[in-house]
Antibody, heavy 120, light 107 residues
Framework: EVQLLESGGGLVQPGRYLRLSCAASGFTFSSSAMSWVRQPPGKGLEWVSSISGSGGTTYYADSVKGRFTISRDNPKNTLYLQMNSLRAEDTAIYYC?????????????WGQGTLVTVSS | DIQMTQSPSSLSASVGDRVTITCRAS??????LAWFQQKPGKAPKSLIYAASSLQSGVPSKFSGSGSGTDFTLTITSLQPEDFATYYCQQYNSYPLTFGGGTKVETK
C-alpha cells in the first residue's frame, strides 16, 4: 500500500524559511516522479513543483520559482520542499503526491497534507 | 500557461442523479487530463488519468471523456459519498494547471 506522510509544517514569520518532508513507502520511490501541490484555506488546488525519479529534472510554478527548492533522497525514500523567503500568500496545506508510470501522468496517490501558516 | 476552466463551479443534485462536469483547456492538451475528488478536510483523491482511464479501485460509476480542449467527468447514480469537490488538471505541459473546481452539493 502506497503511503505518503508529510511533515514540517507550522507557523513561520514572513521572510523566514521552512522545509517540508514527505516520507514515502509501499512503492519503488526512485522510479516515481513526485509533486507538491498546495491549497490555500478555502481555495482550490495549486501545483507547486515536480521532480523526476532520479531528481535530475525539476519544475516550479512561477509563484515559487527562485524561493522554493524541491529535492529527494532516494535511499531514504523522502521528498523535500525547501521554502525560503516565505510570504503570507504561501499559507496553505501542502500535499505531496506520487506520479504514475514514471512521470507525473496525473498522479495516483496523495499524502494527508501539512499546514504552513506564514504570519507575523 | 494553459488555463483550465471548469463548469459549473457548483451544482445541486440528488441521490441517484447523473451528474456531468465539464473542463475546457485554453489550448489543446491531447488527452493529458486528470480528475480528482476532494472531500472537506481531506486530501484529494485521484479518480481518472489520460482523460478516461480509471485509477485502480475507483468505481465504474465515474467516467471521463474528451480530447483536445473539451473534457467531461460523469458520475452515474450519485451516492451520498460522492458529494465533494471535483478538480481537473492538465499535464500536457508545465506548469501543471488545475481547474477551479466543481462543488457537488445535496439538493
Amino acid at each position: 500500500e502506497v503511503q505518503l506522510l508529510e511533515s514540517g509544517g507550522g507557523l513561520v514569520q514572513p521572510g523566514r524559511y521552512l522545509r517540508l518532508s514527505c516520507a514515502a513507502s509501499g512503492f519503488t520511490f526512485s522510479s516515481s516522479a513526485m509533486s507538491w501541490v498546495r491549497q490555500p484555506p478555502g481555495k482550490g488546488l495549486e501545483w507547486v513543483s515536480s521532480i523526476s525519479g532520479s531528481g535530475g529534472t525539476t519544475y516550479y510554478a512561477d509563484s515559487v520559482k527562485g524561493r522554493f527548492t524541491i529535492s529527494r533522497d532516494n535511499p531514504k525514500n523522502t521528498l523535500y520542499l525547501q521554502m525560503n523567503s516565505l510570504r503570507a500568500e504561501d499559507t496553505a496545506i501542502y500535499y505531496c503526491a506520487k506520479g504514475r508510470d514514471g512521470g507525473w501522468n496525473g498522479g495516483d496517490s496523495w499524502g494527508q497534507g501539512t499546514l504552513v501558516t506564514v504570519s507575523s | 500557461d494553459i488555463q483550465m476552466t471548469q463548469s459549473p463551479s457548483s451544482l445541486s443534485a440528488s441521490v441517484g442523479d447523473r451528474v456531468t462536469i465539464t473542463c475546457r483547456a485554453s489550448q489543446g492538451i491531447n488527452n493529458y487530463l486528470a480528475w480528482f475528488q476532494q472531500k472537506p478536510g481531506k486530501a484529494p483523491k485521484s479518480l481518472i488519468y489520460a482523460a478516461s482511464s480509471l485509477q485502480s479501485g475507483v468505481p465504474s460509476k465515474f467516467s471521463g471523456s474528451g480530447s483536445g480542449t473539451d473534457f467531461t467527468l460523469t458520475i452515474t447514480s450519485l451516492q451520498p459519498e460522492d458529494f465533494a469537490t471535483y478538480y481537473c488538471q492538465q499535464y500536457n505541459s508545465y506548469p501543471l494547471t488545475f481547474g477551479g473546481g466543481t462543488k457537488v452539493e445535496t439538493k
